[in-house]
C-alpha cells in the first residue's frame, strides 16, 4: 500500500514539475529578452536647439490725439506711426538641456535653459506732392493808386505760393530679452504603458525666468494743412493763405520681470512606428505649470510737441514794382503727460504652457521637432502712464537634436 502511496507522489511531482516548466517556456517565448528588449536606455541625455516664437504682451504702444484723427490724414494711409511700433512678429533662440536617469532606476534628474531676443528698427517716412496754390487773389490798381475815383481799370491777378506737403515720419528702436531656466527631479510612472521606449515623467522642481524689453520711439508729423482767404489793404488785396501744425512725440520705455517659483510637469512620449534600433518615431507631448515669485519694474518717458504756423507768401503790383511779402506766426505748446513714470513693485506670476510635438529615434540619437505655448500671466508692466498688468506669451516652433550618452 505504502508503495502505492509513493508512485503516486512521484508521478504528481513529475507532472508538476513538467507544467512549471512548460509555462516557464510559454513565457520565456511570449516575452522578449532583456538583449533584444533593451532600448539602449542611455544614463545622459544632452539635448540642443533652437526655436522661433511669437511675441505678446510686452506693452502698450505711445500714442497722441494728433495720431488719431478721424478721417484718417494721408501721410497715416500707408501705416500709422501708431501701428509702427508693434513688436517684432518673431523672437529668435536657443535651448538646451540636460537628462539623468541612473541605471535600473525610474527617477529622472533634469536642468533646462531657454534664451532668445530680438530686435525691431524703423525709420519710415511718408510725405503728399508738394502742391501750390496761387493766382487766385485779385487787386483793383485803379482803386489801389486813386482811391476816391470810380474804378476804370481791369482787376488784375494776385499771386499767392502755399506749400501743400504733409508728411509723417516714424523713428522706431525695439528689444527684448527673455531667459528661463529649469531644475527638476521626476519619475517614469509609464510602467511600460507606451511600450518599453515609452515614457511618462512626472516632475517636480524649480523654475527663474527674466524677461526684459525696451522700446524708444520718435515721430514727427504735419498730418493736414488748412486753406483760408485773407483781404488786405482796404480789400484791394485778396489772397489765400494756410495754416498747420508740426507735431513731435518722444516715448522711451524699458520693463521688466525678474521671478523664481516651483514648477511641476508632465512629459511623455510613445512610439507609434519602428524600433529603437532600426529607427522609431514617437508622438511627444507634455504640460507644465510654476508659481513665480518676483519684482516687476517698469520705466516710462513721453512728451509731445507742437507748433503752430501760419506762412503768407503775397505780391502785388504798384508803380510799375512787383512787390513780394512773406510772414510767419508760429507758437509752440508742450505737454507732458505725466512726469516720467519708475514703477516697481512684487508681483505673483502663474505660469502655464504645453507642447506637442515628434520625434525620430535611432540609437542614442533623436531628433525632435514640434509646437510650444508657454503664458507668464501678469509678468510684464505694459502701462504708459500707470500700471498695468499684461501676460506675456511666447507661441511657435522648435527643433531639437539630443544624444545620449553611456548605455
Known amino acids: 500500500m505504502s508503495e502505492l502511496i509513493k508512485q503516486s507522489d512521484n508521478r504528481a511531482t513529475i507532472r508538476w514539475k513538467l507544467l512549471t516548466g512548460a509555462s516557464a517556456l510559454a513565457i520565456a517565448a511570449s516575452t522578449p529578452s532583456m538583449a533584444e528588449d533593451d532600448s539602449g536606455h542611455p544614463l545622459l ?20 490725439p494728433f ?63 508738394t502742391g501750390v496754390v496761387g493766382h487766385n487773389g485779385y487787386y483793383d490798381l485803379h482803386k489801389f493808386i486813386f482811391p476816391s475815383t470810380p474804378s476804370r481799370f481791369t482787376y488784375l491777378p494776385t499771386y499767392k505760393y502755399v506749400s501743400g506737403q504733409k508728411f509723417a515720419q516714424t523713428t522706431l528702436d525695439q528689444s527684448e530679452r527673455h531667459l528661463v531656466v529649469d531644475f527638476q527631479v521626476g519619475k517614469d510612472v509609464g510602467l511600460g504603458m507606451f511600450g518599453h521606449s515609452g515614457t511618462s515623467v512626472l516632475s517636480a522642481g524649480v523654475r527663474m525666468a527674466r524677461f526684459g524689453s525696451h522700446s524708444d520711439v520718435k515721430i514727427r508729423a ?54 529603437v534600433q ?16 518676483g519684482r516687476q519694474k517698469a520705466k516710462v518717458s513721453h512728451h509731445t510737441t507742437r507748433r503752430d504756423l501760419r506762412p ?16 510767419t506766426y ?41 509646437y510650444r505655448a508657454d503664458y507668464f500671466f501678469g509678468a510684464m508692466d505694459g502701462g504708459i ?23
Open 45 to 64: 541625455w544632452i539635448e540642443i536647439g533652437g526655436d522661433a516664437d511669437i511675441l505678446s504682451g510686452f506693452g502698450d504702444r505711445f500714442t497722441a
Open 67 to 129: 495720431l488719431e484723427q478721424t478721417p484718417t490724414p494721408t501721410p497715416f494711409l500707408n501705416g500709422s506711426p501708431v501701428d509702427l511700433q508693434k513688436p517684432p512678429r518673431f523672437t529668435f533662440g536657443g535651448e538646451g538641456s540636460i537628462t539623468f536617469q541612473p541605471e535600473d532606476s525610474d527617477w529622472v534628474f533634469s536642468a533646462g535653459i531657454k534664451y532668445g531676443r530680438s530686435n525691431n528698427k524703423h525709420n519710415v517716412h511718408h510725405q503728399t506732392k
Open 222 to 275: 504735419k498730418p493736414s494743412i488748412d486753406f483760408y482767404s485773407v483781404t488786405a489793404l482796404g480789400g484791394n488785396i485778396h489772397y489765400t493763405t494756410g495754416r498747420w501744425s508740426t507735431y513731435y512725440l518722444q516715448g522711451a520705455a524699458d520693463r521688466s520681470f525678474h521671478g523664481i517659483g516651483p514648477s511641476l510637469s508632465w512629459s511623455a512620449s510613445a512610439p507609434i512606428a519602428g524600433t
Open 278 to 293: 532600426d529607427g522609431e518615431l514617437s508622438i511627444d507631448w507634455g504640460i507644465n505649470g510654476a508659481v513665480l515669485f
Open 312 to 327: 503768407e507768401y503775397y505780391t502785388y503790383f504798384q508803380t510799375n514794382v512787383y512787390h513780394r511779402y512773406h510772414t
Open 330 to 370: 508760429y507758437f509752440t505748446h508742450y505737454k507732458r503727460n505725466p512726469a516720467a513714470q519708475n514703477r516697481s513693485r512684487n508681483v505673483t506670476v502663474p505660469n502655464f504652457g504645453a507642447t506637442i510635438g515628434l520625434s525620430y529615434r535611432i540609437e542614442d540619437a533623436k531628433l525632435s521637432i514640434g
Open 385 to 407: 502712464d500707470r500700471a498695468k498688468k499684461t501676460t506675456l506669451g511666447f507661441n511657435g516652433l522648435f527643433a531639437n537634436i539630443s544624444i545620449g550618452i553611456g548605455d
